[in-house]
């Protein structure tokens, strides 16, 4: 089982759909990332959960909607979403300790195509 | 503001060059860590290295190599005998800590690397 896994790998959806991505990380870390990364854009990151409770929530738009239910899963919740939504989604995971900078393990990513 | 700053938006080189990727890093933090990620075409961010600001030994694996000068600010990634297969957009990354539990990266706006046969 490779160490964070997304699903869908990719998804075409229309703004009045309701969809959710998933990840599921392998490798016992505690803190788990949504970024979102756009065509010609840097990695920004959309929000961060260590041992399942939101750290951080970087203005992202209200419909975007995480879950962390564990410290192995994390969801992103997705409705009335625009057309500059369109991106490729990176979840990463961590072993946080006293934020010291430990390195993040990315998923492959969900392309996702908003119509 | 913590800031990484990858001024080389596109390189192309032929098969068998060296080239060097620049990355340069604004922090107020004494203590920090650098990253390198790697992104081919797939799309998943692959882990090169990470180092901490007290250690400036430079560093090799294999056709890679790192030179770390807390100086200049400039954590820069060499690729020694270039071949197609590193032909991928490639990112530099500061930690910033975020809480006593956590951290998050700084990502610089990536390098293009285009190895032609």
């Known amino acids: 089982e490779t160490g964070v896994t997304q699903t869908p790998r990719h998804l075409v959806m229309g703004m009045t759909n309701k969809k959710s991505l998933k990840c599921e990380q392998h490798l016992g870390h505690n803190a788990m990332y949504w970024y979102k990364q756009s065509a010609k854009k840097p990695l920004e990151l959309m929000f961060v959960y260590s041992l399942e409770e939101r750290v951080e929530n970087n203005s992202v738009p209200s419909r975007f909607s995480p879950e962390c239910p564990n410290s192995s899963h994390l969801f992103l919740h997705l409705h009335t979403l625009q057309p500059e939504d369109s991106a490729l989604y990176l979840c990463?995971?961590?072993?946080?300790?006293?934020?010291?900078?430990?390195?993040?393990?990315f998923g492959p990513g969900t392309r996702l195509l908003v119509l | 503001a913590q800031k990484v700053t990858q001024a080389q938006t596109e390189i192309s080189v032929v098969e068998k060059e060296d080239v060097t990727l620049d990355c340069v890093y604004e922090t107020r933090d004494t203590t920090y860590y650098l990253f390198w990620y790697k992104q081919p075409p797939s799309g998943e961010l692959v882990f090169l290295i990470r180092r901490n600001s007290f250690d400036e030994q430079n560093e090799i694996s294999g056709r890679y190599s790192w030179n770390f000068q807390k100086s200049t600010s400039s954590f820069n990634f060499t690729i020694t005998a270039s071949q197609v297969v590193d032909s991928a957009v490639y990112f530099c990354a500061l930690s910033e800590v975020l809480s006593s539990n956590t951290g998050k990266l700084i990502f610089g706006q990536g390098t293009t690397l285009q190895v032609k046969p």
């Open positions: 990463a995971s961590s072993q946080d300790r006293a934020g010291k900078g430990e390195t993040q393990y």
